[in-house]
């Protein structure tokens, strides 16, 4: 059972356009949420989280959105830049402070 | 500050041959471990994650496993590594006060 989806595969932008990453989950108790970006054979570096108690947070380029009535949130990425062609992770703090539960990605492709 | 250091960075097995993979943190004490892998073309699958010394947790069933002898190091191991253990495998901590995870950069396994 997946509690984290992020159903799309991949994504393809054009260079200075708005990416938009979505991911979706199902446990209400999940109360933080983070962003990973992750290049080929290396790990992820954390990008940008959001608590439950909020509905944004922006850092530069990036903004999470989170819709809790819908559990959904977002990942806005303006302007998009060659750079941010990665794998980009949604992740969720479990109901244990241990748990961590990982999205299965969305591959991101910035085209020129 | 906090470093996390994974090695060998690539490894080249062969089928039935011994796995030991180490991971250690600098800088923190008392941090949460976990041990991810990251098959092609897929998402991050928890193997195991550790709360303390000599405290492993495996998340599935499998020819792995954990061991932790000291605050900071954790360890994973094959005793007979089988060709599905290919893979990317991650090493990550996290504080107890911290949500996000940081991880380290990674070994590719390619067992043949």
């Known amino acids: 059972d997946q509690q984290v989806k992020q159903n799309s595969p991949s994504l393809s932008v054009q260079e200075g356009r708005i990416s938009i990453l979505n991911c979706d989950y199902t446990?209400?108790?999940?109360?933080?949420f983070l962003w990973y970006k992750k290049y080929p054979a290396e790990g992820p570096t954390f990008l940008i989280s959001?608590?439950?108690i909020k509905d944004k947070n922006e850092d530069g380029r990036f903004t999470v959105f989170l819709n809790k009535s819908a559990k959904h949130l977002s990942l806005h990425i303006v302007p998009s830049q060659p750079g941010d062609s990665a794998v980009y992770f949604c992740?969720?703090?479990?109901?244990?402070?241990?748990?961590?539960?990982w999205g299965a990605g969305t591959k991101l492709i910035i085209k020129p | 500050s906090q470093t996390i250091h994974q090695w060998p960075a690539t490894l080249v097995q062969p089928v039935g041959s011994p796995l030991s993979l180490e991971c250690t943190v600098e800088?923190?004490?008392?941090?949460?471990l976990y041990w991810y892998r990251q098959a092609a073309g897929r998402g991050l699958q928890l193997l195991f994650y550790?709360?303390?010394?000599?405290?492993i947790s495996s998340e599935v069933p499998q020819n792995l496993s954990a061991s932790r002898p000291q605050d900071r190091q954790f360890i994973l191991s094959s005793k007979k590594l089988l060709l599905s253990d290919s893979g990317f495998y991650l090493c990550?901590?996290?504080?107890?006060?911290?949500?996000?995870?940081?991880f380290g950069q990674g070994t590719r396994l390619t067992v043949v």
């Open positions: 992740a969720a703090i479990g109901p244990f402070n241990y748990q961590l539960i």
């Open positions: 990550a901590w996290r504080g107890r006060l911290n949500t996000e995870a940081f």
């Open positions: 800088g923190t004490s008392n941090p949460n």
């Open positions: 446990n209400s108790m999940f109360d933080y």
């Open positions: 550790s709360v303390g010394i000599g405290q």
């Open positions: 959001i608590s439950s």
